[in-house]
């Protein structure tokens, strides 16, 4: 389990990374001067970059936890099959 939400956390992050540049450059006549296009640049880097972190941030945390949350999960998961 572990394994697969950590593929879809980079799967998340190399969507948010190709859209964010799709963007950028589809919008990028669409800006009025060369000053709002480095001021739109800035920014989407800046959201990049926080969003990047706070995912890895998560991936850090569920590496630490993985035992105590999977286990729950795998806890539950058991005695729902045992219910049946």
């Known amino acids: 389990m572990h394994r697969r939400d950590v593929q879809v956390a980079w799967a ?12 950028a450059i589809a919008t ?3 800006a009025p001067s060369g000053g709002a ?15 990047t972190a706070a ?5 850090r945390h569920y ?3 993985r035992d105590f949350m999977y286990g729950l999960d795998i806890k539950f998961l058991d ?4 219910g049946k």
């Open 28 to 30: 990028w006549d669409l």
């Open 12 to 23: 998340f992050v190399i969507g948010l990374w190709c859209a964010m540049i799709f963007v």
């Open 55 to 59: 995912i890895l941030a998560m991936l």
């Open 63 to 65: 590496r630490e936890d």
């Open 37 to 51: 296009r480095v001021l739109l640049l800035i920014s989407g880097a800046v959201i990049l970059i926080f969003n």
């Open 79 to 82: 005695e729902a099959r045992g």
